[in-house]
């Protein structure tokens, strides 16, 4: 089974500051996706950036960006210029898909706080 | 384009009692997902339609949860009788299609306390 693991349950950054959320994942797979979700305290979650596992390069989507560690089966979440609107849930999310299963696995997330 | 609905967005019963959750996904998508997240942790898939068949219900407590899809739209799931542990917020999500190239849309959830 895979297991995803967030080592940091909160983080704070100053609005325009850099911040890292760390995420590792245990797997014997060797093709699989990875996906950051934010959950801001309205609940609904959202898709942040995905990260398909047989490409070298890190995907990025505007002020996110990842940093894909195949070999340590790391994949931290870099926000850049941090907003106040980036306050929320964090979750580190594993899938295999199989056939039509498309099961998404998480990790416990990171509250992360942008403040003034 | 609207999103996928959920109703209620809040509920508390009393342990033993039954309870249902109704999810509406977006229109036009093949799968929908329901999950638990309970508090301090991440979700947990429970079960997945594609259409109105199941595809994974692996990680359903099928002795007092139940869930169905008609007719590949609306959702219900239902728990029967309720336990202190499902105290949880219970998500649903919709995807077109399926996979890692089909985005997984959450709705806002339904918080489930149970006494």
């Known amino acids: 089974a895979q297991t995803v693991t967030q080592s940091q349950p909160e983080m704070s950054v100053q609005e325009a500051e850099t911040v890292t959320l760390s995420c590792t994942y245990d797997t014997s797979e060797n093709n699989y996706y990875l996906f950051w979700y934010k959950q801001p305290p309205s609940r609904q979650m959202i898709l942040v950036i995905r990260?398909?596992?047989?490409?070298?390069q890190n995907a990025t989507e505007n002020r996110f960006s990842v940093n894909f560690q195949k070999a340590a089966k790391s994949f931290s979440l870099k926000i850049s210029d941090s907003q106040l609107g980036d306050t929320a849930m964090y979750f580190c999310a594993f899938m295999k898909p199989a056939g039509t299963a498309s099961k998404l696995t998480f990790g416990t997330g990171t509250r992360l706080q942008v403040t003034l | 384009e609207a999103g996928v609905a959920q109703s209620p967005r809040y509920k508390i019963i009393e342990k033993r009692q039954s309870v249902a959750f109704w999810c509406n996904p977006i229109s036009g998508h093949a799968t929908l997902y329901w999950y638990q997240q309970i508090l301090g942790q991440g979700p947990k898939l429970l079960i997945q339609f594609q259409n109105n068949g199941v595809v994974d219900d692996s990680q359903l407590p099928k002795d007092r949860f139940s869930a169905e899809r008609l007719k590949g739209v609306d959702s219900t799931l239902k728990i029967q009788p309720a336990k202190l542990e499902d105290s949880a917020v219970y998500l649903c999500?919709?995807?077109?299609?399926?996979?890692?190239?089909?985005?997984?849309?959450f709705g806002p959830g339904t918080r489930l306390t149970v006494l």
């Open positions: 990260q398909e596992a047989y490409k070298q």
């Open positions: 999500a919709s995807s077109r299609g399926w996979g890692s190239s089909s985005e997984q849309f």
